[in-house]
């Protein structure tokens, strides 16, 4: 397998530490090796100052190790669910981030009341349900609550945020991204209830950022 | 055109960066080029860390791209309004900071019961209409609520927060205030409604701080 | 006596301040000293930049200083207790960290109601008493509230944190995680009540994470 | 005049910004010239970033430049008052830390539920008058709270906060503490009542702190 795919996956795990997601070893990227039934994912309970790409773990799709000295990530069930059952799926993230583990232990969904949760999520960041870690309880929770949704991001009750996209870089936005909003609502909650967004208008953002934001097409 | 105003827009986007203003890549500052009618802004979706006065963009009064290989900021429309209707502005930007969005998704104004508001803003934070993103709205919200106002922020609605300046530098000024104050003035009513300030005494304090502050006249 | 643990002591600090647990010199991190009955503790009132080796302080298990040209931290006495009384404890943290120093202040445990506690605290984190410092209450107080307890932290009231572990640097995750929860929890219950986990939930989390998680076996 | 004050001074800002007491250039450190009638003070409306000893400005203790090419602060005269009237100080620092100025705004001294306030402010933190800049009336608010009161550090109304030492390093340290134990009090009442520390458990704490913490004597 290439290098790329492994150094991509230990360099994203600097942004979960720049955006204060993660302390000591709670959170983790994966990013599935493209062509192959295959992924790249954190060593489990090993620091973030020590990841490189040599330290990696390559698993298959039932989350075997099949490349690596160490144990995988302990959320490696979850993040084998995702790829299996969500084929469009190139990278899947998780992390304890504060604001979105609080919405998280209450059991609630975080409501759309931002232009910037329209153009990420497209609506509300939706509520996955309790479930165990040890077998696939957690993947069937994220990818349950999240086919057929317009968000990237999942909160799992009493546990913390997953999120997905089309390659991990993707995925870290999101996570990234969800727990902005997941503060930034919090903060606007504790003074009063936000003003709602009218659901045509999320639609109408959520379109636009979809298909113009950015560098896709060159001009 | 010089070199030097996208030298300046570029290292400004550190100060966003190191007060905690902005996420991921959602937050931007422009600069009026003097004595032309083009204006210096970020490009779309590239990240804080990758920002040189080469990949700056440059755009007409209508936000038409002008020069750069990049497509400029999604919200090159909103800068391109302020500059054609405020003759004064010579700097903009844009944040989604937290409190202040805070402020922008309850709908509220941020009332002046801190000293360096008064000295800063010379009264209130005003809030801006709901506006989408894609046509003059956002930028028509931003020159009504500021024309005649003491502010040089304001907060739109469900959105962040737009500041101004004489040149990109007060902008940011202005920006990084605001959060400061949206920031203190939420964790004050948190606990109680905070003690209000005459309006006699805001009035002295910006005109002092408007007058005095600073090194402007060698002495 | 070997320099190792004067080193492992002297540079776990730096988790404390990166963890933003301290200020100026308010915490300290000590560890036993393998075969003997010593351990070694941050000199008293010393920045944490100017941190070495050569500067820590050894002190017997009754807290008397054995090796060193500094005073030993002014909590040492609590330290020192908790290693004559906890023989399988190798490592002690204190810090008056905000979220658990805020609970401690009300005098409340925090309740389990995520799974990163029951994964690393096994239930609540508890609440132990008001002691002055100066003899041995705030030792005694650690001991009896940690005696039989699966939690490594205790809140001691309107004070702070102590946090034990089988070296220093289980200790200082106690005294991350602990902080981590607090906040996680608080922010949650600031809009409501966070949902419970039920106990033989709790139960097979904190079994799993004690023997599963983490790179103890070669595989 | 010797270059060290200038130096200390010019340093100690740095602490202003490490433990996030400041943004942009809202907030000074001054330092009483040993020996003289003078102090050093930061020029006015210069950044952290470009500090240094040369820059500092030099003022008589009633305020006017003696010494420097940069306008003073625009608190210099607040500075001087405390100079003037209390022959002990050494040094002062003005900060709008967040949750100080937010107890501020409130108009609320900061109960004293912490062993780290009673260790070093001897009780609560009080509150001054409202004042206006421009005469010696913040001066002498500052001046006559704080006399005859243990703590060093003053919460000024809908302003911030004043600390002084008996060094300019002393009155930094206040400021730290000040803000950390405003921040921590307002965390615990945002879940209800911390409890109180009996008066004479504080007496009994403030007392030992001042006379046995840190490394004052050798041993």
């Known amino acids: 397998m290439s290098m790329s795919m492994r150094k991509i996956v230990a360099d994203l795990h600097a942004e979960l530490v720049r955006y204060n997601l993660v302390v000591w070893t709670a959170g983790n990227v994966s990013g599935r090796v493209p062509g192959e039934d295959l992924f790249v994912i954190k060593p489990s309970g090993v620091s973030y100052d020590e990841l490189t790409p040599e330290n990696m773990v390559v698993c298959d799709l039932d989350g075997n190790l099949v490349e690596g000295e160490h144990s995988p990530s302990s959320d490696t069930a979850a993040h084998a669910?995702?790829?299996?059952?969500?084929?469009?799926?190139?990278?899947?993230?998780?992390?304890?981030?504060?604001?979105?583990?609080?919405?998280?232990?209450?059991?609630?969904?975080?409501?759309?009341?931002?232009?910037?949760?329209?153009?990420?999520?497209?609506?509300?960041?939706?509520?996955g349900p309790f479930a165990l870690i040890g077998d696939d309880s957690i993947g069937q929770g994220i990818v349950e609550t999240l086919k057929g949704h317009r968000s990237k991001a999942v909160l799992m009750q009493n546990h913390g945020v997953f999120s997905i996209g089309k390659d991990p870089k993707a995925a870290v936005k999101a996570a990234v991204m969800c727990e902005d909003v997941a503060r930034t609502v919090h903060v606007a909650r504790q003074l009063g209830e936000p003003l709602p967004i009218p659901q045509d208008d999320i639609d109408r953002l959520y379109d636009r950022y979809q298909n113009v934001y950015g560098q896709r097409s060159p001009r």
């Open 81 to 127: 669910y995702v790829y299996r059952n969500m084929p469009d799926v190139g990278g899947v993230v998780h992390t304890h981030s504060t604001y979105a583990s609080a919405w998280a232990a209450r059991g609630e969904a975080i409501p759309c009341v931002l232009t910037a949760m329209a153009d990420e999520f497209g609506g509300e960041i939706p509520l």
